[in-house]
C-alpha cells in the first residue's frame, strides 16, 4: 500500500452496513423546505443542481420548487405510493449498475417519514454498490418539536392520523394503557382535521385530568399558527371558533401524569368488576363503571368481564 491509499473507501467483502464511503452509486434523501426557501441547506441544494436525475411524489411539485430555486430543469421521475417494489428495484439496478447519482424527495420535508421513501430504504440491502446518504434539512416534525413544549424528553410519532374513527379511537385507548412516552405526534391534512378534533373529543372522556393538545398549521409559512390548550372544552373551541383549516397539521396529544395505569390500578379495577359481577351485574354494565371509574379501555374491561364470567360458569 501506498501512503495516498486510505482503507475508508475499501468496501468489505461482507455487508453490515448500508452506507459507505466506496460505494460507487448514490441516493441521496434530500430534505426540501416545507415552506420557506430561505431554510434550504446548502448541500440540498447542491444535490439538486447536480444530480442526474429527481426521484419525487409529484413532478409538477418539485419542478415548481426548482423554479423558484433557479434550479435548470432536471430529469424527473414520479416514485409515489404506487410505485411497486418491482419498479423500484428495476431502478435501483440502473442506479447501481451504471454508478448513477440520483435524488429523492418528498412534496415537502425529509423524505422517508410519512412518504414513499422509506420503501427504497427498506430495499438497500439488495443494492450493495449504492451509497443511500441524507441531506438533512427542514422537517415538519422536527420544526413541531422545537415549538411544542413537550413533557420529558421523547415522543412518539405515529405518521398520519387514523381515517377511521373508530380505529382512530381504539388506537388511541391502547397507546394510553402501554407504557411510553406521553406525547403522542401525529400528522393530519387540512380537509380532516375537523373530523379529528371530534375524535379527540371523544377521547378525553373519562379523564380526571385532561389531556393537553398542541396543533400546529403551515409551519415556517406566512400564516403559520399554533393552537395550545386542554380537554375536550380547548376542541370545543377551537371547533367552534371558526379556525382556517388551510394548511398542512402537526398535533401533539400530550397524555396527563398518571393516565396510564400501573400494576395497581390495574388489580383494583378488576377486583373492583369482579366484585359487581359477583353481586348479579352484567358483564356489560360491570364493564362500563370500571371503564368510566378507572379510564380503562372499553374492550379491556369487556374481555375481562367475559372472562370472568366464564370463570363463574365453571
Given amino acids: 500500500m501506498n501512503g495516498n491509499d486510505d482503507n475508508r473507501q475499501h468496501l468489505p467483502e461482507k455487508r453490515p452496513y448500508s ?10 434523501m434530500i430534505a426540501t423546505p416545507i415552506g420557506n426557501l430561505g431554510d434550504l441547506g446548502e448541500r440540498a441544494l447542491h444535490a439538486l443542481e447536480n444530480v442526474g436525475e429527481l426521484w419525487c411524489e409529484d413532478t409538477r411539485h418539485t419542478q415548481a420548487l426548482l423554479n423558484a ?12 405510493q404506487h410505485t411497486s417494489d418491482g419498479e423500484l428495484r428495476g431502478l435501483l439496478k440502473q ?21 414513499p421513501g422509506a420503501r427504497l430504504l427498506q430495499l438497500s440491502p439488495e443494492f450493495p454498490g449504492i451509497r443511500f ?21 421523547s415522543f412518539l410519532f405515529l405518521g398520519f392520523f387514523p381515517r377511521n374513527p373508530t380505529e382512530a379511537l381504539q388506537l388511541l385507548k391502547e397507546l394510553k394503557e402501554s407504557p411510553g412516552s406521553p406525547n403522542l405526534i401525529f400528522f393530519e391534512s ?5 373530523e379529528t378534533l371530534g375524535v379527540l373529543r371523544s377521547f ?7 389531556p393537553e393538545f398542541v396543533l400546529a398549521k403551515e409551519l415556517t409559512k406566512v400564516h403559520e399558527t399554533l393552537y395550545r390548550g386542554a ?3 380547548f376542541l370545543s373551541w377551537m371547533e367552534e371558533q371558526g379556525f382556517d383549516e388551510r394548511g398542512e397539521w402537526v398535533f401533539a396529544l400530550i397524555l396527563p401524569k398518571g393516565s ?8 383494583d379495577w378488576r377486583l373492583v368488576l369482579e366484585c359487581l359481577m359477583e353481586s348479579g351485574i352484567s358483564a356489560k354494565t360491570a364493564s362500563q363503571f370500571v371503564v368510566g371509574r378507572f379510564s380503562v379501555a372499553k374492550n379491556l374491561a369487556y374481555k375481562a368481564a367475559l372472562d370472568f364470567q366464564k370463570f363463574q360458569k365453571k
Fill in 19 to 28: 452506507t459507505h464511503p466506496g460505494q460507487h452509486a448514490r441516493v441521496s
Fill in 69 to 80: 430555486l433557479g434550479v435548470e430543469r432536471k430529469r424527473l421521475k414520479r416514485v409515489d
Fill in 95 to 115: 442506479v447501481e449498475e451504471a454508478g448513477l447519482w440520483v435524488g429523492v424527495v418528498t412534496d415537502a420535508g425529509t423524505p422517508g417519514l410519512s412518504d
Fill in 133 to 153: 446518504e441524507p441531506l438533512p434539512g427542514p422537517s415538519a416534525l422536527s420544526a413541531f418539536v422545537s415549538v411544542a413544549g413537550l413533557t420529558g424528553n
Fill in 190 to 194: 387540512p380537509n380532516r382535521i375537523r
Fill in 204 to 210: 378525553c372522556e373519562g379523564f380526571d385530568i385532561p
Fill in 231 to 233: 380537554g375536550a372544552g
Fill in 260 to 267: 396510564v395505569k400501573k400494576e395497581k390500578d390495574q388489580s
